[in-house]
């Protein structure tokens, strides 16, 4: 009789910088360097098999690295990194888990297409409900007893680093959106083409304003933390 088999789910951990994974990689037990277009590595994170990868900055990096992870054996993926604040009332600290992303410098309105949406392509794209829920779960066991607040909302991506309140309104006026960030939307696109479930969980860095260019770096240490106590959280509710 044909012996039954069934594949181990392995997670994608996906970050742009190399702040967003490293303290993640120093926890891998069995790591193995990957070939592939970006850094990437498996391993076992508290003994679940799991694919970790740094695309680098900005979209295309990130719809590179997705590829190149489920080439590699990742059976689904989830963004941990930064991003900037634009949902009033969010700050420096927060948490927002994408439930829509949209791709804020893609512009095809000349041919009467609405601004953020790609010729042929959806505006919006939005991710995996259970394992948004799962990241989302995850997130709020973590927020200190609500010391950081854990939202859903719409996350902008682009090929830019925003630090300019106009800019912001007009992200939040536009698209409705609650954080800003690079790759997002670009590992939604790849992702779903790739019929692989994807989530976001971004940790707020700065408020995307004039004080950007310093909140930002200041907070990526606190951001490492918070990212590995992320990934040591999801894989326990795999
Ligand atoms: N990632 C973190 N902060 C950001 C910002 N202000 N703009 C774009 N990406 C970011």
Same mark, same amino acid.
């Given at each position: 009789m044909a012996k039954e088999t069934t594949s181990t789910p392995v997670l994608g951990l996906l970050g742009a910088m190399d702040d967003e994974i490293r303290l993640i990689r120093s926890d891998l037990a069995d790591p193995r360097v990957l070939p592939g277009p970006c850094e990437m590595v498996s391993g076992r994170l508290d003994g679940h098999p799991v694919i970790l990868a740094?695309? =680098?900055? =900005?979209k295309v990096n990130a719809a590179l690295a997705a590829s190149a992870m489920v080439s590699a054996g990742a059976s689904a993926i989830v963004f941990t990194g930064v991003a900037g604040a634009v949902a009033t009332g969010l700050g420096i600290g927060d948490v927002v888990v994408g439930d829509r992303f949209v791709q804020? @410098?893609? @512009?095809?309105t000349a041919f =009467?297409?609405?601004?953020g949406q790609l010729p042929g392509e959806p505006r919006y794209w939005v991710p995996d409900p259970q394992l948004r829920e799962r990241v989302q779960q995850a997130a709020v066991e973590l927020s200190g007893g609500g010391a950081h607040a854990v939202v859903c909302g719409t996350i902008a991506s682009g090929d830019q680093f925003i630090a300019d309140p106009a800019q912001v309104t007009w992200l939040r006026q536009t698209f409705n959106a609650s954080a800003v960030e690079m790759e997002g939307a670009a590992l939604a696109q790849a992702a779903s083409h790739l019929s692989v479930p994807f989530a976001v969980v971004r940790i707020l860095s @700065?408020?995307? @304003?004039?004080n950007a260019v310093a909140d930002f770096p200041a907070f990526l240490a606190e951001a490492s933390q918070r990212d590995r106590e992320l990934a040591h959280a999801l894989v326990a509710r795999q």
């Open positions: 740094r695309s =680098g900055i =900005g804020h @410098d893609a @512009d095809g =009467g297409d609405p601004i @700065d408020s995307a @304003d004039g």
